[in-house]
């Protein structure tokens, strides 16, 4: 049976010039033409017509009334007390990922047959690999509410997520829990108050999930910043995080693990030596 599955992403018209372009053209030629991609681009961006490419348009009204809230507050885009910028507290540049994966998950309830659950990519994520069925296993493992890519001495890399919706699963209870920490103002109680410290302060208030750490026991060496790619997401997906996103290529030692895709052969200097 064919599992109905999402993936979610979002992006500036900015960002769709400067490397979402490249996560779409890359998806669309290497996903299952039955895993349906959920578009939310900040503003129209000519993305090509497909069957399993969805752009979801209009308001999504939690987002707009916390960005209306907070946007003119300095501490909350990241120049806190008129200090230097410090993205730990650009709490409106980090909230878009989790009200877009609410905005779906809440719209799932109105679709004829429910997704089974939601992967998240950010946007500046390339597919190099065929996706198979074995693959999205994987990536999407029904055995679990959530999979992410934890560090043990950091918070989550919030590249991709999993979450599972079925109604049994904690998925849904988790990112609502997230959302809430962001309309409720509760993210300025936090140490800090972007979307991957605020999963994992989320995480936690929501009893009984089976969660699955693909990288907690990463240790924090060379590539240990970059757990995406040195997890079994590697030999599919590279994650142009950071600087990348200009290059569009992986950089020097971000890469230790042993992955026999063509991507990371025509890349050999990603690979620590």
Request: net charge positive.
């Amino acid at each position: 049976m064919t599992r109905k599955l999402a993936v979610v992403t979002t992006f500036s018209a900015a960002g769709f010039d400067q490397y979402a372009h490249r996560m779409i053209d890359t998806w669309l030629k290497h996903w299952p033409s039955d895993v349906t991609l959920f578009v939310y681009p900040d503003q129209p961006v000519p993305l090509p017509e497909r069957p399993n490419l969805r752009v979801m348009a209009g308001a999504q009204p939690q987002k707009a009334k916390f960005i209306k809230r907070w946007k003119d507050k300095p501490e909350c885009t990241g120049t806190p007390g008129g200090k230097p910028y410090d993205y730990r507290f650009d709490a409106i540049k980090f909230c878009h990922k989790p009200f877009c994966l609410w905005d779906f998950a809440t719209r799932n309830d109105h679709l004829p047959q429910p997704y089974e659950g939601v992967i998240w990519l950010d946007a500046d994520t390339i597919t190099h690999r065929k996706v198979d069925q074995r693959a999205l296993l994987e990536i999407a493992p029904p055995q679990f509410d959530m999979q992410s890519l934890g560090r043990s001495y950091k918070y989550t890399e919030c590249g991709y997520l999993w979450f599972c919706l079925r109604p049994e699963s904690k998925g849904r209870a988790v990112l609502e829990e997230w959302v809430r920490l962001y309309t409720s103002g509760d993210f300025r109680k936090q140490r800090e108050w972007h979307d991957s410290y605020l999963f994992d302060m989320a995480r936690p208030k929501v009893a009984g999930g089976r969660m699955n750490n693909l990288t907690g026991h990463i240790p924090r060496r060379s590539g240990g910043g970059h757990p995406f790619v040195n997890c079994f997401l590697g030999e599919y997906m590279d994650h142009h995080k950071g600087p990348r996103k200009i290059t569009g290529k992986p950089r020097k030692n971000d890469l230790f693990a042993d992955h026999a895709a063509p991507y990371w052969k025509d890349h050999p200097h990603a690979k620590t030596k």
